[in-house]
């Protein structure tokens, strides 16, 4: 693509958006879309643009109380939504779980469980996001996933052979729909991350660009520094893996007899009998307070 003026260049970003949301039906603008919102520019890209292509957002973000790190970056998020009159849900770790990213994944690795920093945060985010998102009764739970994630992610479960997860990416996650999960959709799915730090930068979004620091040796980090490599000789490479995948999903036909489990533990979707936020609680010994919370949701409290 040719290099664009900055005005031409938020037109081409902006519609793109659009496009990926109207060629997958992603939703409409009678829709209620929850963005999870981290603070990085991804996401408070994708936060920004459906709210100007006038779509009923609004963001969830999840503190994993990461010291200085997520504090700047929920107060970024305050100053975006306060901005742009957009409504911010926070969720904290420690309030949900009585405890931080950090220290819950010590003391898993004292029991003997060697969970990383980002797999074990992806996993209690994944649960916290859909059960308020759920609860709020949002219609729909949008990402902040870009072209670059979507390749990397592709390549991971290719070199794992985990064709599972592979045939759940996509603009739109999962194989089978269920009233139990909000679906999850990602309307940057076509956008690379050169693009989204562009616009980001353009915007003047308050945004931090530095890494996680708790995801400095993630396992993620590896492919995406391979396919920069091969990015540098190869430059359609990572469109191609997008394609591929494409091609892959609309080979398959859908689960029609597949089911969605509700965990024994909890009541949330899952995939199996407990779910793996249950199985760390249950590891971490928080078993009572989940239970607790599961009776007072039966109770209407």
Do not use: W
Not at 29 to 34: P, Q, V, Y
């Amino acid at each position: 693509m040719p290099e664009l003026s900055n005005g031409k260049f938020i037109k081409y970003f902006d519609k793109k958006v659009n496009d990926t949301i109207r060629k997958y039906r992603l939703f409409t603008r009678k829709d209620r879309i929850a963005v999870a919102v981290s603070g990085g520019k991804d996401s408070t890209i994708l936060l920004h643009v459906l709210r100007k292509l006038s779509y009923k957002v609004e963001g969830i973000t999840i503190d994993a109380k990461i010291g200085a790190y997520t504090q700047k970056n929920l107060e970024n998020l305050q100053e975006v939504c306060k901005k742009y009159e957009i409504k911010l849900q926070t969720v904290s770790f420690r309030e949900e779980f009585g405890h931080s990213l950090c220290y819950i994944r010590d003391v898993l690795k004292e029991k003997g469980y060697n969970y990383s920093s980002c797999m074990l945060c992806g996993i209690l985010k994944r649960y916290l996001l859909n059960k308020y998102a759920k609860k709020l009764k949002f219609d729909y739970l949008a990402t902040g996933h870009n072209l670059d994630d979507e390749a990397e992610t592709m390549t991971m479960n290719l070199f794992r052979n985990d064709f599972k997860l592979a045939r759940r990416q996509g603009p739109i996650t999962g194989v089978v729909r269920s009233k139990k999960f909000v679906q999850r959709v990602k309307p940057l799915y076509f956008l690379k991350n050169e693009e989204t730090k562009r616009y980001s930068q353009l915007m003047n979004f308050p945004v931090n660009y530095e890494i996680c620091p708790c995801s400095v040796k993630a396992y993620r980090r590896e492919y995406r520094n391979m396919l920069a490599e091969f990015e540098k000789r190869h430059p359609d490479i990572k469109y191609n893996i997008i394609k591929f995948q494409e091609q892959m999903k609309s080979s398959l036909k859908k689960e029609k007899t597949a089911e969605i489990n509700t965990c024994e533990v909890c009541g949330q979707a899952c995939s199996q009998e407990i779910c793996k936020a249950c199985m760390i609680f249950k590891e971490l010994k928080l078993e009572k307070n989940i239970n607790k919370e599961k009776k007072c949701e039966k109770n209407g409290e």
